[in-house]
Nanobody, 115 residues
Framework: QVQLVESGGGLVQAGGSLRLACAAS????????MGWYRQAPGKQRELVARIVNTGSTNYADSVKGRFTIFMDNVKKSVYLQMNSLKPEDTAVYYC?????????WGQGTQVSVSS
């Protein structure tokens, strides 16, 4: 079992920055992926960015060049640095971990960007 706890959400003006953090606890297998998804009101949950423990990353086209995902392998923590935020980035952001063939979700943290 893996537990994920997010932090760092909040309200920011357009053009501003936020950093999300996700602390994981529990059992991880040697290979794992951690990432961030978001869900805006009335929309489906979508991938924002993810990172493999080897360092490989991928991003949604909508955030490329603005968001950066990075991981602390020792702490099993993942972070999302969000710059140049736009109102359309407003959503609940969820941390995700996949290891040993199972997926896990955090409780979510709200990010609101005002215009």
């Amino acid at each position: 079992q893996v537990q994920l706890v997010e932090s760092g959400g909040g309200l920011v003006q357009a053009g501003g920055s936020l950093r999300l953090a996700c602390a994981a606890s529990g059992t991880f297998f040697s290979g794992y992926t951690m990432g961030w998804y978001r869900q805006a009101p009335g929309k489906q949950r979508e991938l924002v960015a993810r990172i493999v423990n080897t360092g490989s990353t991928n991003y949604a086209d909508s955030v490329k060049g603005r968001f950066t995902i990075f991981m602390d392998n020792v702490k099993k923590s993942v972070y999302l640095q969000m710059n140049s935020l736009k109102p359309e980035d407003t959503a609940v952001y969820y941390c995700n971990a996949v290891t040993g063939g199972s997926g896990y979700w955090g409780q979510g943290t709200q990010v609101s960007v005002s215009s």
